[in-house]
């Protein structure tokens, strides 16, 4: 039988990627150039210097990607993220699905991290175990997700104002450490005591709604008020915070939804704490704890070309590739 390709894009945030997915499961490639030296010295994302790196970048890592191959499709994120790359994407899909004469298929991106869940970094995929409890923790998302299958989401909570990502990239500026806050954090919390500060688990008992916005100000309060502070104290009890709280609402939704399974995804997921609190808690549960492997929890467009896959399988593609950058998860048409 022939191969099927699909060409993957991703320009939502500050990673400008490009991946080619064979029959649905194996990444011939997956190239990503990340903004990370262009935004570092504002501590956070640019949206301007972002569209205009994208627009850069775009057609050299969509043809490191491609090779010589000719996609069967063409698939971009066209949502969440920020407008001006959104538009990028937009264009470069549109341009190569005009040139290769085939269907250009939108996609969501937050669909894309619960989704790279299944990458094994061979050429099989780990296929995720439904229902399960979806928890996308990223830079700019919060969300807790019940998925009975590919496609099929009841969205059951979200961060009422920052993301657990934001929290460690602006926890990091506060202490003067470097961008992506995240990897900075925690490696100072390696060295630090978790129970050194007793910083807030907000809405710890409050259902499947984050607020990480409150953590990060007790951060600033707590600098404000003692003169004598250990970096590593802090971060490891800011971290301790954080993880907790996303542990025992996502084995919350778990228990209340009656599901076995819980996936997590976004840049968060790379978060070692995180990680084995997870797995320990739930475990005590009877309950499957799932994340996606450390080199795809960011940003990176072989998710984007895994998620058109499932959808042409799945679900109706219903060639809306509209950009929206306050896109929100919904369930697949059916077939
Ligand atoms: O998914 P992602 O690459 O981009 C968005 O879609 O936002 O996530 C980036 C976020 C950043 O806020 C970064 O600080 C955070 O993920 N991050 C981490 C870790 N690695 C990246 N947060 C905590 N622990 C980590 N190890
Ligand atoms: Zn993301």
Same mark, same amino acid.
């Given at each position: 039988?022939?191969?099927?390709?699909?060409?993957?894009?991703?320009?939502?945030?500050?990673?400008?990627?490009?991946?080619? /997915?064979?029959?649905?499961?194996?990444?011939?490639?997956?190239?990503?150039?990340?903004?990370?030296? &262009?935004?570092?010295?504002?501590?956070?994302?640019?949206?301007?210097?972002?569209?205009?790196?994208?627009?850069?970048?775009?057609? %050299?890592?969509?043809?490191?990607?491609?090779?010589?191959?000719?996609?069967?499709?063409?698939?971009?994120?066209?949502?969440?993220? /920020?407008?001006?790359? /959104?538009?990028?994407?937009?264009?470069?899909?549109?341009?190569?699905?005009? /040139?290769?004469?085939?269907?250009?298929?939108?996609?969501?991106?937050?669909?894309?991290?619960?989704? !790279?869940?299944?990458?094994?970094?061979?050429?099989?995929?780990?296929?995720?175990?439904?229902?399960?409890? %979806?928890?996308?923790?990223?830079?700019?998302?919060?969300?807790?997700?019940?998925?009975?299958?590919?496609?099929?989401?009841?969205?059951? @909570?979200?961060?009422?104002?920052?993301?657990?990502?934001?929290?460690?990239?602006?926890?990091?500026?506060?202490? @003067?450490?470097?961008?992506?806050?995240?990897?900075?954090?925690?490696?100072? !919390?390696?060295?630090?005591?978790?129970?050194?500060?007793?910083?807030?688990?907000?809405?710890?008992?409050?259902?499947?709604?984050?607020?990480?916005?409150?953590?990060?100000? !007790?951060?600033?309060?707590?600098?404000?008020?003692?003169?004598?502070?250990?970096?590593?104290?802090?971060?490891? %009890?800011?971290?301790?915070?954080?993880?907790?709280?996303?542990?025992?609402?996502?084995?919350?939704?778990?228990?209340?939804?009656?599901?076995?399974?819980?996936?997590?995804?976004?840049?968060?997921?790379?978060?070692?704490?995180?990680?084995? &609190?997870?797995?320990?808690?739930?475990?005590?549960? @009877?309950?499957?704890?799932?994340?996606?492997?450390?080199?795809?929890? %960011?940003?990176?467009?072989? *998710? &984007?070309?895994?998620?058109?896959?499932?959808?042409?399988?799945?679900?109706?593609?219903?060639?809306?590739?509209?950009?929206?950058?306050? *896109?929100?998860?919904?369930?697949?048409?059916?077939?």
């Amino acid at each position: 039988m022939k191969d099927t390709y699909i060409l993957g894009i991703e320009s939502t945030c500050d990673e400008t990627s490009s991946a080619l /997915l064979k029959n649905g499961r194996e990444v011939v490639s997956n190239v990503i150039y990340t903004q990370i030296d &262009i935004h570092k010295k504002y501590a956070g994302v640019v949206p301007e210097l972002a569209s205009r790196a994208h627009a850069a970048k775009i057609a %050299s890592v969509i043809k490191a990607a491609l090779g010589d191959i000719v996609p069967d499709y063409i698939a971009f994120a066209n949502g969440p993220g /920020l407008p001006g790359g /959104l538009l990028v994407g937009r264009v470069a899909a549109e341009t190569l699905g005009n /040139l290769f004469e085939k269907p250009v298929i939108g996609v969501n991106h937050l669909e894309g991290h619960l989704l !790279a869940c299944e990458f094994t970094g061979g050429p099989e995929l780990a296929p995720l175990e439904f229902p399960l409890i %979806s928890l996308i923790v990223s830079g700019g998302h919060s969300e807790l997700w019940l998925v009975k299958n590919y496609g099929e989401y009841k969205i059951l @909570g979200k961060t009422r104002d920052d993301a657990a990502g934001e929290a460690f990239d602006k926890v990091a500026k506060l202490l @003067g450490l470097g961008y992506p806050g995240g990897p900075e954090v925690s490696k100072q !919390a390696l060295k630090g005591d978790r129970n050194a500060v007793k910083f807030p688990r907000p809405m710890i008992g409050g259902g499947c709604e984050f607020s990480f916005s409150g953590i990060k100000t !007790a951060v600033s309060y707590y600098l404000r008020d003692h003169k004598d502070i250990s970096v590593p104290d802090i971060c490891a %009890s800011f971290e301790q915070a954080v993880a907790e709280t996303l542990v025992k609402k996502a084995i919350d939704a778990a228990k209340r939804y009656k599901v076995k399974n819980i996936a997590v995804g976004g840049g968060v997921a790379a978060n070692g704490l995180l990680r084995e &609190i997870l797995t320990k808690e739930a475990e005590k549960q @009877g309950i499957k704890a799932r994340f996606v492997m450390k080199g795809l929890s %960011s940003d990176n467009a072989a *998710m &984007i070309a895994l998620c058109a896959a499932k959808k042409l399988e799945y679900g109706k593609d219903t060639g809306n590739i509209k950009i929206n950058p306050n *896109m929100v998860v919904r369930s697949w048409p059916k077939k």
